[in-house]
């Protein structure tokens, strides 16, 4: 990747220059993406130069002392962005068709609750507004459901537990049938985690990986079959 900085005093110009060689660069065909720093956060005038950067730009990452944050022309995959979250508990907004988490569907009756696969819902709830809103109980009750009944398939859909793909598994674990277990991707033999995040793999790519990498560590003085550790650190960080 090529590189370049621009930096100077507050207010000489540097967004101004930055917009132009995006513009320019794009023109050429090229990706072109842009790191941002402030000291002060992305409020006012550094979220607007954020702003403008996003409307031209390829991609945008930005960091302060108070927070990141990266943003990308189009729509990722969400296994892609999952990677990039430091979080314990994950709350999706929207995405209805993404059928492997369980929900809270907010509709006002049961008919309208069908279009969006009442089969995953943990409950269906009465439309909201921000007015009234829920009570600290209600609140406190739905927290509990999701520490209890909350997962996430990897989304793969590879038909290794038995089922179509990952939705009807999902809505089997939602009514009990199955457990968050019987997902064949997230145990067996082989692990591989990027940055710490486990990647979910198939069997078909775990045996291909499994059977590879051992029959070249088999060529090694040393090797003996058992638990192998490798660990590989690529440029990203």
């Not at 995405?95 to 008919?111: H, K, M, N, Q, T």
């Not at 409950?123 to 459901?145: F, K």
């Not at 999902?170 to 990647?199: F, H, Y």
Request: with cysteine.
């Amino acid at each position: 990747m090529r590189a370049v900085s621009i930096v100077g005093r507050k207010k000489s110009g540097k967004t101004t220059l930055g917009l132009s060689l995006v513009k320019k660069l794009s023109e050429k065909g090229l990706k072109v993406g842009v790191l941002k720093h402030s000291h002060h956060g992305f409020d006012g005038v550094e979220g607007t130069d954020t702003e403008l950067y996003k409307s031209e730009a390829a991609c945008v990452a930005a960091y302060s002392p108070e927070q990141s944050f990266v943003s990308w022309k189009g729509e990722r995959m969400i296994q892609d962005l999952l990677p990039l979250m430091e979080a314990d508990i994950l709350i999706m907004e929207g995405s209805s068709r993404v059928g492997w988490l369980p929900r809270f569907i907010l509709a006002e009756d049961r008919e309208h609750a069908e279009d969006f696969l009442p089969d995953l819902a943990l409950e269906i709830l009465p439309a909201l507004n921000r007015e009234t809103g829920l009570s600290e109980d209600e609140i406190d009750r739905l927290a509990e459901m999701v520490l209890e009944k909350g997962f996430m398939l990897p989304g793969l859909n590879c038909g290794a537990c038995g089922r179509d793909d990952c939705r009807d598994f999902a809505a089997d674990i939602v009514s009990g049938k199955a457990s968050v277990s019987g997902c064949k991707t997230t145990r067996g033999e082989m692990t591989v985690t990027c940055n710490g995040n486990p990647l979910a793999l198939n069997p078909f790519v775990s045996d291909i990986l499994n059977s590879g990498i051992t029959a070249m560590l088999g060529q090694l003085k040393g090797y003996v079959p058992g638990e192998l550790e490798i660990r590989i650190k690529t440029g990203g960080k």
